[in-house]
Structure formats: C-alpha cells, structure tokens
C-alpha cells in the first residue's frame, strides 16, 4: 500500500543536509571513521558493482545517499503459511519446489513452479525468464515475496521476488511486517539493491547529520530532528513516521526557498538604491495623453502601483501579470514615460524579435510627435547600426530601448538606466533577471540599480507566485478592455480538416482574415508534424485556391517579417501561415480565426497565447485545434482549452496537468527542483515556510549570527548561485 506520494526526479547537484558534513573523524586508534563525505566504495556492504551503479545516479557518498530518498513506501505483509495468504495484498511465503515446466513460444516463454509448504500450495510464473529452470527445481527450498492474485482456486505470484534457502544451512527468520521503501532505480541496480546499501551506511551516517533548525523551533512546528526524519524515511515503524519524516524535509525544502527569496529581498531593498521617478499630476496627465485609449479600472489601479513604486528610491520589484490582450504594454510604457519625464532611461526585453519589433512599432506609434527617443536592438540588428545605438544609449540619446537578449551583452551602457522591463519573463530564467537589475549603467556607483518590472501574460498559479517570483510583489490586471469580442474555441480531429478549411474559406470570403499555426516549418519525414511548407502548398493550390496566403516564421529576415506583418495588419494578406512566432505581441482586430495544426504537440500556455492572438476586434472570433492527444494529459490539456477562456483557470489547470516539477524546474526557472515538496498538496507548509522565511530574515537580515552559520552555508550550497544571492553580505 502506497503512503509517500513520488516526489519529484532527484536532480544531480541539488545537495540536502544529509550531503554536508565535517570531515572524517579517528578513533582512539588513529583509524579513520566514515564521514558523510566518504565515497561507497569504501563502505563495508557496498559492493563496487552497486557503487558503480549509484554513481550513475549522481550518489556517490554516504550523504549522498542518505540523501536519496524513497519515492514511495510499500507495505509488506509478516510472512505467513501460505493457507492464511489473501489476494491483492504484498504477502511473503517460504516452503518447497514441488513441479516446474517451462511454458510458451519464443518471446512469450514463461517459467512457471508450485511452490508448498505444510498448510498449502502457491503458484509462482516470471515471464521472459526460462533460464530459471536452471537455478530453480523441486526439491529446492525459496523465499518469496509478491502481490498475490486469485488464480481459479490457487493463489499465483506473477514475477515474485525470491531468495534460494540453503537447505543444510540455519534457515533466516520470518520476516515481519513492513513499510518498504521504494527508491528511484535503474537497469544497473533495483530499489532492493539500494536499500540493502542504504542499510549498510544508516547507522554510520544519522549521528553525523547537524540539524540547521533548533530544538524549540522544531517542537513548536512539531517537527522531527533532521536525522530522525531521515531514518523514518529510510526505515520507517509506521505509516506516521513517513507522514511526520517527509513533512519535516519538505518543509526545510519550502523553508530554504522563502530564506533565499526573503534574503534577496531584504539585500535589494536595504542595501541597494534606484533613482525616485518625478510623479504629480501634470505628469500623469501628460503620459495619459500618449494612450490612444481609456485606461480601464484594474489598469488605472496597476499604475498606482506602479507610480508609488517608482517615484521611491526604493529599488521596485514588480510582476505585472494579466492574460492575453489586457493591456500590459500600455502599463509598461507608463513606467517608461515616467523614467523619461525624469530624464533616465528606459529598457524593454522580449523574448524573441518578432515581439520586440511588435513592441518597438506600437510604441513608436503612441509616442509619434513627441521628444522620446526610442530604439530597437535586436541579434538582427546591423553591425553599423548597432554600434551607433550603443553610443547613442551611453550618450543618453536614447530615452527608451526595446530589444531581445541583446540586451544583456556586456557592451550595452545606459547612462542612467531607472526602468527595466522584461516581457513574457517565464521565458527568462533566474539570472537574466537579475542580469538586467544589476545591468551596467555609465557611471553609476554600484548600489544604484534599475526598477525592475516583469510581465506576463501566462498568469502564474498561487503557489508558485508564493515561490518562484516570492521576491517580487504582484500586481494583477483583471479582465479585457472594452471592445473585445470572447474566442469560442472548438476541438476535432484530423479527420475534419477538409471541413475546418472549406468553413475557413468562408470566413476569409466574408472579408475576416485568419492564422493558421503549425509546429514546424520543414519536412521532417513522412510521419513528422504537419509543417509550414507542405501546408502552405496545400492550402493555395486547395482550399483557399485564389486567396492572398503568406509564410511567417522565425528564419524570415527581420525587414521580411516586418514586410509580411505589414501587410497582414493592412488587410492585404487573407491567411497568414506560421509557426509559433506569432503566440505574442501581434494585434490585428480584423483577424478572427485561430487554426491550430497538431494541437496536442502544444502545451496550455502556448495554446492560450496563440489564441489570444484573435478576439481582439468587435467580430466574434473562433479558435480550432485541429488534434488527437495521444495521451490522457494530451487530452487534458485539449479539454481545458475548449473549457475556459481565462489565463488565470489556465494555469492552476496546467499546474494539475503537469505537476510543481514541470512548471518549477530548473529548466524553466534555473532552480533546483524541489525532491519532496508537492506544491500542489503542500499549501500550508508553504505557507508556514514563508511566515517563517519573512519573520527569520526581518530578525537577522544577512543570516550572519553564531548559530545561522549552517543554515546560512546550505542555503548558500542550494541557492547562491540560482537566486543571485551568493555575494550578499
């Protein structure tokens, strides 16, 4: 019976207290004792071959593996005569082989015996696993242990684990009941075999394992010593103590994570500087009259948000998040209109150039007639060209700068940068976010730092808004501007193509224009993605025969993108055909259907970017996922689209979809991966980290006191790097 959830994979590098340790120790007779830090192999029990293995899986010393941790735990019933066995439960039997066979053909032979004792008779069968009849006849005595099935009027262990008894020798013990570990394994070693080493060095390592957290901060949490959660993990006596063991590790996984955050906090804030923006009323009046419309209530309370932030010396740290077409853009370039009014400089980020061009078009747009100067800069962007940008920007020419990764590179100066701004930030890790706070400006003494704003039009589920962005206050744009028509979304299968395109023919008749979206843009074989190129084909000399259809993807030429979304905004392109280029930043009220080709190659995030790229005009708009998920989380996925057109129930649904793992690991965010934690279950241990985490850093900013030394060391050891803070204090 399960008891312990799995945890997240174990990552390489991502070291537990169980790995930190002093060094080895001698006894009174010079010799040395094991450490944490003593490699396997040199621990009687440990055979080179399983150390070998564990190596393999990033284990490679005692902590190491005290720290690998069971991803479940089994329970084991005492062994028992085999009359008083029941079905459906992991029982353990011993007796006598009393018949064997070898049954089937080829691939499917199956080694089957009956294995007896006084009080009854079990039948035993291990698929794939004839050379058995050469280890295994009657006569010969086994151990065996399995989750029983009812075979007619038999019991059956189907691939048991077994032991061969020596029948001269003392026979081992009935075995009695069990929680048995189940730990993460591989083709070179199986979780029994990693068990049997965890026992070899148990005993060795729980005395040497310091505990970061005190004795009366514990019991006031009820939670158990660092070494006694890991022998409850490892060798538990009860369903409780898993309970209680995996509590206490995945709340020091939450607690190290809020430190971190609060940390970094607390440094930015009481030890860095940003310059006090100018704002009064003739300012917000002369920004307002830049915005080509009225700002809606949840925009105009954002600003206020804003506004207050910036005009403090205070350095700002802000997420900005509303879903897909709310006006994030226009609440950005509020922040940057008001580094301009008080003579600094601007930047903006966008994770690709078509967005950063988008960007760069619509802004110049709104401030057309005014004294803001505002450039482009991407990895497109012409040597020549560039260069002047650079001298312009560390001349204080330039008032605001859109731009790619570019801007990250070591040449690029400001020379009074006050606002950063860093759109759709979940494609940015940890580290360009902090690149972009701590970004070279001319000049500057180096506790002088940028505001920094981040938006995101994937909003992001509570309990990761409460970890991944916990250094960052939130503020949220509710709803759609005035004007929006909502996007009807539909779900078919391949089979309805033909009709998805004569209706598309229809709606491009009518005068509305379409995407159409596709995963690829070559030909990567008779059973790849549908792609650009053999559609773009298709579709002009079938269905939309007659129609004006143009390619967009991401190998276009920066002036031929710009040329092709040019025409697309004036009407002068039907249907543009694309790759994922277009999931942000491109505004064409007049478009008003979505096609997206293999729909189930897409996750939730950018399925709803995509759409989001219609229904933002008057005329109702549709969009059609042409899929058919291959799995249950394919569907999934697919079902929630055709479900709900909010962001916001979104991304809770894609957190239940794909698990804290997907959406919190290192890929994504540049942390490391939480082992135990389950951010989906574990919402008040969150909770009680993060009072914890603000409370301890509020008392000792900098962790610098006597007895935080060990606490201070391993959040260093897990965090330093990834969360920047490896120099504060």
């Known amino acids: 019976m399960g008891v312990h959830k799995k945890s997240p994979k174990r990552q390489r590098g991502a070291e537990s207290p169980a790995e930190s340790a002093p060094a080895a120790a001698r006894d009174n007779a010079g010799v040395a004792q094991p450490a944490l830090t003593t490699p396997l192999r040199d621990i009687p029990g440990i055979s080179r071959r399983d150390a070998d293995a564990l190596a393999l899986l990033g284990v490679t010393n005692v902590g190491r593996l005290v720290a690998y941790l069971p991803t479940r735990h089994e329970f084991e019933e005492a062994e028992a005569p085999i009359a008083e066995l029941e079905p459906g439960r992991i029982i353990s039997a011993r007796g006598e082989i009393t018949a064997t066979r070898v049954a089937g053909m080829g691939r499917k032979r ?89 026992e070899a060095v148990l005993d060795i390592a729980l005395p040497l394992i310091d505990d970061h957290l005190a004795e009366n901060f514990r019991r006031q949490r009820d939670m158990p010593a660092l070494a006694d959660a890991y022998r409850m993990m490892h060798a538990p006596e009860s369903e409780d103590e898993v309970a209680s063991a995996r509590r206490r590790l995945a709340y020091d996984e939450l607690l190290m994570l809020q430190l971190g955050v609060h940390l970094k906090r607390a440094h930015l804030r009481r030890t860095l500087s ?55 853009t226009v609440v950005a370039l509020y922040a940057m209109l008001m580094a301009a009014a008080t003579g600094h400089q601007s930047a903006l980020m966008a994770p690709t150039e078509i967005l950063a061009e988008q960007h760069f078009l619509s802004i110049s747009d709104m401030l057309e007639g005014s004294k803001v100067r505002v ?68 000049g500057d003494d180096e506790r002088t730092t940028p505001h920094v704003l981040v938006m995101t039009a994937t909003p992001i589920p509570r309990t990761l808004g409460m970890t991944l962005f916990g250094d960052l206050d939130i503020s949220t744009i509710d ?16 089979v309805k193509r033909p009709d998805v395109y004569a209706w598309l023919r229809g709606k491009l008749d009518a005068g509305e224009q379409a995407y159409v979206v596709v995963p690829a843009i070559e030909d990567p074989g008779p059973d790849g993605p549908v792609n650009l190129r053999r559609l773009m084909r298709e579709l002009e000399t079938g269905p939309l025969e007659g129609k004006r259809v143009a390619a967009l993807h991401g190998r276009l030429k920066r002036d031929t993108r710009a040329h092709v979304m040019g025409r697309f905004r004036s009407g002068l392109i039907d249907c543009l055909v694309a790759t994922t280029v277009i999931e942000v930043g491109v505004d064409v009220p007049n478009a008003t259907v979505m096609v997206i080709e293999e729909a189930d190659r897409f996750g939730l995030a950018q399925l709803h970017q995509l759409r989001g790229r219609v229904g933002r005009g008057e005329k109702p708009s549709v969009c059609v996922l042409i899929g058919e998920a291959k799995t249950d989380d394919g569907w999934r996925r697919l079902e929630a689209m055709a479900e709900t057109s909010s962001g916001f129930d979104l991304a809770e ?69 990834s969360l920047g803070i490896a120099d504060v204090g």
């Open 653 to 721: 649904r894609d957190l239940e979809i794909r698990g804290p793992g997907e959406l919190f690991g290192a890929k994504q965010s540049g942390l490391p991966p939480f082992k135990v934690a389950d951010l989906t279950r574990d919402l008040d241990l969150l909770a009680m980290a993060r009072h914890d985490a603000a409370a301890w850093i509020d008392r000792s900013p900098r962790l610098a006191g006597d007895d935080e030394t060990l606490v201070r060391r391993r959040l260093m050891k897990r965090y330093g790097d």
């Open 274 to 328: 940003a310059p006090a923006l100018r704002f009064d009323d003739a300012t917000d009046a002369h920004i307002r009259a830049r915005i080509p419309f009225t700002l809606t209530p949840s925009q105009d309370a954002v600003v206020r948000d804003i506004a207050r932030d910036l005009s403090s010396t205070t350095p700002t740290n802000r997420l900005i998040q509303g879903d897909v077409g709310s006006g994030k």
């Open 479 to 494: 709803g759609m501007p005035p004007g929006r028509a909502p996007v009807r979304t539909r779900v078919v299968g391949p």
């Open 110 to 198: 199956r080694f089957e015996a009956v294995l007896c004792d006084d009080t009854g008779r079990l039948d035993l069968v291990w698929f794939n696993m004839a050379f058995l009849r050469d280890r295994i006849g009657p006569g010969t005595r086994l151990r065996v242990q399995g989750t029983a099935k009812r075979r007619g009027y038999a019991l059956q262990l189907v691939n048991p684990r077994f032991e061969i008894l020596d029948p001269t020798g003392d026979e081992p013990g009935r075995a009695d009941a069990r929680l048995r570990p189940i730990y993460p394994a591989s083709e070179r070693i199986n979780s029994r075999q990693i068990g049997r080493c965890v």
């Open 375 to 442: 450039a482009l800069l991407t990895g497109s962007t012409p040597k020549t060209e560039r260069a002047g940008i650079l001298d312009q920007l560390e001349a204080g020419e330039i008032d605001l700068l859109i731009g790619t990764h570019a801007l990250l590179t070591e040449s690029v100066r400001f020379r009074s940068l006050a606002v950063a701004i860093i759109d759709e930030q979940h494609r940015f890790g940890v580290h360009q976010r902090a690149h972009m706070r701590t970004h070279s400006t001319a």
